[in-house]
T-cell receptor, first 116, second 114 residues
Framework: DAGVIQSPRHEVTEMGQEVTLRCKPI?????LFWYRQTMMRGLELLIY????????DSGMPEDRFSAKMPNASFSTLKIQPSEPRDSAVYFC??????????????FGEGSRLTVL | KQEVTQIPAALSVPEGENLVLNCSFT??????LQWFRQDPGKGLTSLLL?????REQTSGRLNASLDKSSGRSTLYIAASQPGDSATYLC?????????????FGTGTLLAVQP
């Protein structure tokens, strides 16, 4: 398996522009997570999906952020409009979880976002 | 609210030395605990996963232990090598509610000097 695939790897954009980050989880995994990593705050969980359904989006910073998972093999994280404080590395991760809890988590390489 | 702390924040050791990284969590009601490695500019790589019913897991030169009652886990690295240099993060998975939600520590930056 190719692992969790994220695109783009790097994105530089100007304040106010829309940003869309993409993720393809590992085939067969039923849980997908979006994390944000910064030097100041470390790794923060933004949202996670189980069987394509958003379960917990309490970590989404504000209404400018939205995430979708239209099918088991694709998810997007959108920021509109983007702001300089959104600059961070955004990670997608997937796992196979049961009703009892999460399994081993596999991360993508991340999307480094810079908002000027 | 679950909080995960890792000590030390940074560690530098000479090659060949055995070392221990520490992770503590405030709520002992966890489902599992995972240790990850992160290389600069890369994603996280899972090293070891310990279920709440287990006390330790081993993989090669790595050994992770879990003491749920005291809210602690350690990652033991034997005979360290320069290639072990990376940031090591631990994360706990909650019991009940959002059991898939991992809470991460801030990591320990390890440098192994040749």
């Amino acid at each position: 398996d190719a692992g969790v695939i994220q695109s783009p790897r790097h994105e530089v954009t100007e304040m106010g522009q829309e940003v869309t980050l993409r993720c393809k989880p590992i085939s067969g995994h039923n849980s997908l997570f979006w994390y944000r990593q910064t030097m100041m705050r470390g790794l923060e969980l933004l949202i996670y999906f189980n069987n394509n359904v958003p379960i917990d989006d309490s970590g989404m910073p504000e209404d400018r952020f939205s995430a979708k998972m239209p099918n088991a093999s694709f998810s997007t994280l959108k920021i509109q409009p983007s702001e300089p404080r959104d600059s961070a590395v955004y990670f997608c991760a997937s796992s196979f979880g049961t009703s009892g809890g999460s399994g081993e988590l596999f991360f993508g390489e991340g999307s480094r976002l810079t908002v000027l | 609210k679950q909080e995960v702390t890792q000590i030390p924040a940074a560690l530098s050791v000479p090659e060949g030395e055995n070392l221990v990284l520490n992770c503590s969590f405030t709520d002992s009601a966890i489902y599992n605990l995972q240790w990850f490695r992160q290389d600069p500019g890369k994603g996280l790589t899972s090293l070891l996963l310990i279920q709440s019913s287990q006390r330790e897991q081993t993989s090669g030169r790595l050994n992770a232990s879990l003491d749920k009652s005291s809210g602690r886990s350690t990652l033991y690295i034997a005979a360290s090598q320069p290639g072990d240099s990376a940031t090591y993060l631990c994360a706990v998975s909650a019991v009940g509610g959002a059991t898939n939600k991992l809470i991460f520590g801030t990591g320990t930056l390890l440098a192994v000097q040749p």
